[in-house]
């Protein structure tokens, strides 16, 4: 498909057409295809009943479309539908693992082991099951501020004594790929469990979570084109059979007493309450727009614009782009610039239609391990363009005159 004819799926560039319209924040949340506006649409229109919940007609058609959209995204990501569980976002799924594995599982004294690279929500959780059970949370660190996690840092850090390892796939500040295979070799090497956050990944790369390795896998849906609050944890079974439920109420149960409960099997003993079927539709939905162009042509076509991005970047005067070129690199390019806030540079960057995110990210500690507050960040998916970086480069070379300074 040319680059027109991918743009053309979208809508929301067609409704804002006549006006500079230049979308660089996917990392943030992307845009949807006709294909999954339509299907969420359509559920509602014709399926709109409570999943689980009813024998008539259309809630048996309801519960139809929401289990064939599990199997949908568990061939997406090779795996058992059953354990395929729905959350709103990857924030929850790693949530999840976190109270409902962590706190019964790490005791008075063990390690967890996370990267300097990760988002709050791969963070934050592991500091709570840290204080609240006496565990030790340490870290690995990047080489230089490179993004770069070295074999000698994973060797160094992931020791006997390691209990649990959360790691993502791919920052969602520098775009960098993390070794995350021998991250995962080397944690199971010590008898830790891993977890992996794939929301910055799923967009971008295949995932087969059967060679992957890892015990818990999260991605969001709204990442990957498809509706805000869907989301999913997919999890070893044997972890997933042993771990108390997260969240009790409606449709996780198998029986109810007056004093005790029976949970019910997986995946429905994690999802509790009424769900998001619309949702998990559009992701399903989503799922099969990604398989329509395919993850090659996705993955190389937003590779050439990725490329085309850091070296037009780097030429630029009074511009910092953290992190390093080497190795493999998707979505996500973090910049400065000189004597320039982010939150100016983001303002004055919309002035001309181009949309980038300003601020830390959701990923302070990083910022600290870079040596800044915060920085600019522009991401790109499968419908940016060159033009859309040229767009970008233009619109960055105005922002220290609009700010005052003569160059």
């Known amino acids: 498909m040319t680059d027109e004819e991918i743009k053309a799926e979208f809508p929301i560039f067609e409704k804002r057409s006549g006006k500079p319209f230049h ?22 229109y014709e399926k709109n009943a409570n999943p689980h919940r009813g024998v008539y007609e259309l809630a048996e058609q309801a519960t139809e479309s929401y289990e064939n959209a599990r199997q949908v995204i568990a061939q997406f990501i090779n795996a058992d539908p059953t354990q395929v569980i729905y959350t709103r976002n990857a924030t929850e799924g790693l949530n999840l693992v976190a109270y409902s594995y962590g706190l019964t599982h790490i005791q008075k004294g063990d390690h967890i082991v996370i990267s300097i690279l990760e988002h709050h929500s791969n963070l934050i959780p592991w500091q709570r099951v840290a204080r609240a059970k006496g565990a030790v949370l340490d870290y690995m660190y990047t080489e230089n501020g490179s993004g770069k996690i070295t074999d000698e840092e994973i060797e160094k850090r992931i020791v006997p004594g390691v209990k649990l390892v959360a790691i993502t796939q791919v920052s969602n500040v520098l775009g960098i790929v993390t070794p995350y295979e021998k991250i995962i070799a080397r944690a199971h090497e010590v008898g830790a ?12 790369l295949s995932i087969d979570v059967q060679t992957l390795g890892a015990d818990f896998l999260a991605f969001s849906g709204h990442k990957l084109f498809s509706p805000l609050g869907i989301g999913i944890l997919w999890g070893r079974k044997d972890l997933l059979e042993e771990m108390p439920p997260f969240l009790s109420g409606g449709d996780m149960i198998d029986s109810v007493s007056e004093q005790d409960a029976v949970w019910a099997p997986l995946p429905e003993k994690f999802e509790a309450g009424t769900q998001n079927a619309g949702g998990a539709v559009g992701l399903a939905a989503a799922i099969h727009w990604m398989n329509k162009i395919g993850m090659d042509t996705i993955e190389e076509r937003e590779a050439a ?12 005067p009074h ?29 004055i960057l919309d002035a001309d239609g181009v949309c980038v995110r300003a601020g830390h990210h959701c990923a302070q500690p990083l910022m600290g391990h870079l040596g800044i507050h915060n920085c600019c960040r522009a991401s790109i998916s499968v419908y940016n ?8 480069c233009d619109s960055i070379l105005k922002v220290r005159k609009w700010l005052g300074y003569e160059s």
């Open 23 to 44: 979308y660089l924040d996917s990392a943030a949340t992307s845009q949807r295809p006709a294909d999954v506006i339509e299907a969420v649409s359509q559920f509602y």
């Open 193 to 204: 469990v891993v977890v992996v956050d794939a929301a910055q990944s799923a967009p971008h």
């Open 305 to 316: 614009v990725y490329d085309y991005a850091w070296e037009k970047l780097h030429s630029l």
């Open 319 to 347: 511009v910092t782009v953290y992190g390093t070129g080497e190795g493999k690199h998707v979505g996500a390019i973090a910049f400065n610039i000189d004597d320039a806030h982010p939150h100016d540079v983001a303002s």
């Open 385 to 392: 363009t060159k033009e859309d970086i040229d767009a970008l």
